[in-house]
């Protein structure tokens, strides 16, 4: 591959621009400065093999703190749990549907052509690393704040995901106050340059100062950030900087719902705040109560097992070569009463009170209780409707959020990279909206909701009125419909209203076949 360079005379023009970009990191870096000190304690209680918020020490982080595994396997637990609620894998967990501005009588049509398109979008995403990536960003999401980088593959994986680490990003907040800008800083070898960034522009006079040592590691700052220069197009610039040289790499721009590759979802957060509070961070205080607790129940019960003594400083036993090993011989002066054991102060049960107390506590904030015993046969459907109807009343709030963070973004960028691609066409009616529906578990927990509310309101009218008034007073095929789009039934299971007529039609002659000659209907 060629690569293109500038002459040094092509650096001056972009000076300035590469500046103001630089000016903006480093100000939001100092604002998350202020975060790294809870995010990196919530690391080292919950996640001691991530990577440090300080330092690039992926694999040097240690167990040494962890002493109750509560919280570490807690939050594998929420991650999985919020999963299989949210996006199930080998599992529809969004739908496209017509919009409101469509026309009624195109609504059946457009509605099975975007099945399809559906079956085909989930079936990429099954085959891709997604549910792997997602999970490592629901594990982020725990401390408050997860990040997906959605980018184009190959032929053969069309789409291709990768969770970065909250350390590894910079925030910054637009004027919406709404996440419009992510730094992502990367440290790439010199000789590696230039395969990073195929496409990008490296001075002579640069390279030349940079490649003799080949193997050093030089700072590249990768920003996504919204362009405002027209407020109601949404376009996006993508920038590379050689941070040490100041010099712009590769410049590109993004335009289109779904352009964006950075997919940023927060559990929640406080007005004016950039990065959001999981909560991991409400269940810290019992996570380091636990760790505390079952330290010095450890120390306690080593001192039970090795004992504690005391003796007379008689001058014939030193206690700095004093071995207290079986088989051992130790001396004593006549009259000495030689080693006296202590007795430890420590109660055990009293711990253990504490220890049960905190897990709870700690369970229960990253929503990890169990509804009943879980040592008894395993759940029906009924109790998994249960649950996840439980789940979603907990995180009414965050579920929201994801929703509108996560849920939707992500399948806007897939959307987006499939019809780059030529994989997908959308169907079109003069340019109407198409809905992006969820229906994953949690989403259908709330739906349940409206389900149960049309089954009481049809079960009344049957008993006071009779089951034969139920076509009076209520549009059956409407509700018909209706309780199949809340309980995400696909478009083409139900029939069009020509199909639903002809059908009428056909009982109504059968009916009128079926009577005795002379007879009324």
Known sequence: MVIQTVSDEG???????????????EAAKRRKD?????FEEAYEYSMPMRESMYTESVAKRKTDKIFD?????????????????????????????????????????????????????????QNSNFNQEVHESFMDLAVGTGSLLVEEGDANNPIRFRAVPLSHIVLDTGPNDDIDAVFRTRWIKVEDLYNAYPQGDFPDIVM???????????????????????????????????????????????????????????????????????????????????????????????MAISGMYQVDDDGVINPDTLQLVPGSIIPRAPGSTGLTPIEPPGKFDV??????????????????????????????????????ADLSRQIGAAFGRLQAEFVIPVLKRVIYILRKQG?????????????????????????????????????LIGSKFGPQSLNMFIKTDVVAEYIGRKMGLPGDLIRDKEEQKAILEQ???????????GGTQ
Request: proline share 5%; with cysteine.
């Open 69 to 125: 595994e509560t919280a570490v396997v807690g939050v594998q637990e929420f991650a999985s749990r919020l999963q299989s609620g949210m996006v199930p894998t080998f599992a529809r967990w969004a739908d496209l549907r017509s919009g409101t501005e469509i026309p009624e009588q195109e609504r059946l049509r457009v509605d099975s052509s975007l099945d399809a398109i559906t079956e085909y979008i989930f079936e990429i995403l």
């Open 423 to 459: 994989r997908i066409n959308l169907p079109s009616i003069g340019n109407k909206e198409i809905q992006i529906k969820p229906v994953s578990p949690l989403a259908q927990a709330q739906n349940n909701q409206d389900v149960m509310i049309i089954d009481r309101f049809l079960e």
């Open 351 to 388: 711990a253990q009170i504490i220890l049960q107390d905190m897990r709870l506590n700690i369970k229960k904030a990253l929503y990890n209780e169990q509804l009943g015993d879980p040592n008894r046969t395993p759940a029906t459907a009924t109790e998994i409707t249960e649950r996840m």
């Open 208 to 302: 030349q100062q940079m490649g003799k040592n080949s193997q050093k590691r030089c700072e590249v700052i990768e920003v996504v950030k919204r362009d405002w220069a027209k407020i109601n197009e949404l376009k996006w610039k993508y920038c590379v900087i050689l941070k040490e040289r100041k010099h712009l790499i590769l410049e590109t721009e993004f335009k289109g719902e779904g352009a964006n590759p950075w997919i940023v979802f927060r559990w929640s957060k406080a007005a004016g705040e950039v990065y959001g509070r999981g909560p991991l961070l409400n269940a810290l205080p019992a996570i380091k109560t636990c760790n505390l607790t079952v330290e010095l129940v450890l120390e306690n019960a080593q």
């Open 507 to 517: 009982m109504q002659q059968l009916a009128q076949q079926q009577l005795p000659e």
């Open 11 to 25: 650096i001056a023009p972009s000076v300035s621009y590469v500046g103001d970009i630089l000016k903006r990191f």
């Open 34 to 38: 202020y975060w790294n000190g809870y």
